[in-house]
Structure formats: C-alpha cells, structure tokens
C-alpha cells in the first residue's frame, strides 16, 4: 500500500499564476474575505496581509467595522465593497457557532451570499460547519481540535491518525481538508492524499493559520475558474500553499523565533525564488 505523496516546494511552484502583460487586477483574480470580530480583529489583518503578499489582483474585505478599520489601517489596498469576485475565504477570527457568541445577522448575509455565488470556498475556524451545506469547490483547513469538533470525535483521535481522520472528513462532506499541525496533510476530495512538511516547530504561534488560510484564498483566486472546471485541483492548491507558507516561515525564522507578520513579508521572496526554479515553458 503506498502512502501519501510528498508535496514538495517543486509542486507548488507550478501552481503560482504569473501575472502575463495582458493582466489587469480583475483578470489576476479577486479575493472575497469574510474574517474576524470585535473580539479577533487580527485575524483579519493577519489574512488579508498573507493573500496580498501571495499576489492576487485585489481583495474585497467585508467584516464587522472593527476589524474593517485595522484592515484597512494596515493595508489600505484592500476594498471594503462588495463586488464580483473568483474565490472567497471565510471563517478565521469568527465565533464558532454553539462556542459562545452567536453567528450575526450580517455574517449570516455575507456567507449565505458566499455559498450561493458557486465560486471556489476556503473554510476556516468559525465557517468550518458550512461544509456541510457548501456545494461549491470547498477546502477547509482546521486544526485537530477544530476537525475533532466538526467530526464528533476527541481531538486525540485526530492527533492519532490525521491522515485517516481528514479522509473520514473529505468523504463525509465532499470538500477538500487541509489538517494543520507540524506535518500537514490534505486530502482531496476525489481522494488525493499529500503532506507537506517544510515548516519548522516555530510556526507554532497564534494568528499562524490565520495567514495559511490568507495565502491558500490567494491560490485559489488566481486559480478561480481552473478550480471550477475542476474541483480537484483545490486539493493541489491546499498543499501548495502549505509548502509557501512554511518555506516562508523557514526564511522569517532563519532558526529562531519569528512573528506572523515576519512571515508575511518573506512570502513575495518565497514565490520569487519558487518561480525562478520552474522550467522555462
Ligand atoms: N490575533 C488573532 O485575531 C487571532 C485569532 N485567532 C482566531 O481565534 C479563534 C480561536 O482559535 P483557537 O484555535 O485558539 O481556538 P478553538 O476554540 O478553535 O480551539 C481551541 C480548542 O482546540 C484545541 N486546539 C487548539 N489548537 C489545536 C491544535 N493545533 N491541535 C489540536 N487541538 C487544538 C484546544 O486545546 C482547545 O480545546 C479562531 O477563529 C482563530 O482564527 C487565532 O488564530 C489566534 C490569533
Ligand atoms: N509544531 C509545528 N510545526 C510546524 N508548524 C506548525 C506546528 N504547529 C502548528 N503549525 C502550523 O501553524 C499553523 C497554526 O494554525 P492554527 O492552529 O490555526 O493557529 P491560529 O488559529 O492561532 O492561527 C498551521 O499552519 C500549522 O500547520
């Protein structure tokens, strides 16, 4: 029986879409994100900060005002209209439902107009349950805990088989599962099973994912209608974004502690060099 496949930094590189001079910001692909609260502000800069970095042509942020305000204090290049876009990510930085606050009025809104619009889905932290009612390409990306949650189960069972656990998960919603943790491993869901391994032990800091699910929404707007046409290239995606984001980590930790942020600003030189090793076409 073999195992996964290895996704290494040569896979991903193949996936970064180089804008051509025919480019414009709409046709490079449009990022919709619906992240943070009152109570998790940073979640929100910390994605918008990662997607940008990754390269997209713009990114429609739509939150509560709070975190509307540190969003655009730190990157007033995000548009905070709504708009047509190719992908959306949603869900980091917001209220589980069930888990205290519950979901408002207007985050019902954003991601019932999310859902409907058939466009490509990046599921984090507080959107993880509409899995289960998504019927657009989907990828979700939590942690033990949060695939413990979603399955019913004790996050030590998950701990103890990750890969068998986001199967389990892949199968039961039919959507692509990025489980995070020190190896992470994606299944696809037409089944495909990878692991990226190129973060170092320092990645493990709060508002990390936060940035994963950044630059994973980043790959999928570039990618918007390729993972349309075909949903199982979300799970390639998942796992490229994966090895971007530890290969930055790597370049902000140099062996040593790093901020998230840190890690943000080596994401231009990691694709810069990532593209620079592909083959000429
Ligand atoms: N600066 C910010 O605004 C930050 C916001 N964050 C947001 O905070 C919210 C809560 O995230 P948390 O993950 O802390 O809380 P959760 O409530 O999702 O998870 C907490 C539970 O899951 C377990 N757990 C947490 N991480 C785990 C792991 N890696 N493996 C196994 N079990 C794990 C914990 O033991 C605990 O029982 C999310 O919406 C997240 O996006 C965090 O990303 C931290 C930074
Ligand atoms: N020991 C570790 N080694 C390498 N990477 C890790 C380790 N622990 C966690 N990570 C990575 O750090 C990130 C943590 O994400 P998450 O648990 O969602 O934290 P947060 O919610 O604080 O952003 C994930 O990308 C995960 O793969």
New binding site residues.
Partial sequence: MTGPTQFLPDDAAELIAVPGENDDKYRRGVLGVVT?SAQ????AV?GVEAALRTGVGMVRYLGPARASDFVLQRRPEAVTESGRVQAWLL????P?PG?GADRDAATRDRFHHALESGRPLVL???ALDLAASSTAPTVITP????L?RLMGVE?DA??ADPLGSARRAAERFGVSVLL??HTTHVVGATGEELVARTAPAWLAT??A??ALAGILGALVATHGDAVVDEPALLGRLAAAAAVIHGLAAQRASAGGPFTVLDLCRELGPTIAQLVSTRPPV
């Fill in positions: 943070g998790y502000p940073g979640a910390l869900g980091s930085g917001m589980v888990q984090d932290a507080g942690h033990a805990g949060e413990a996050a998950v701990r995070k943790g709060a508002g994912g936060d």
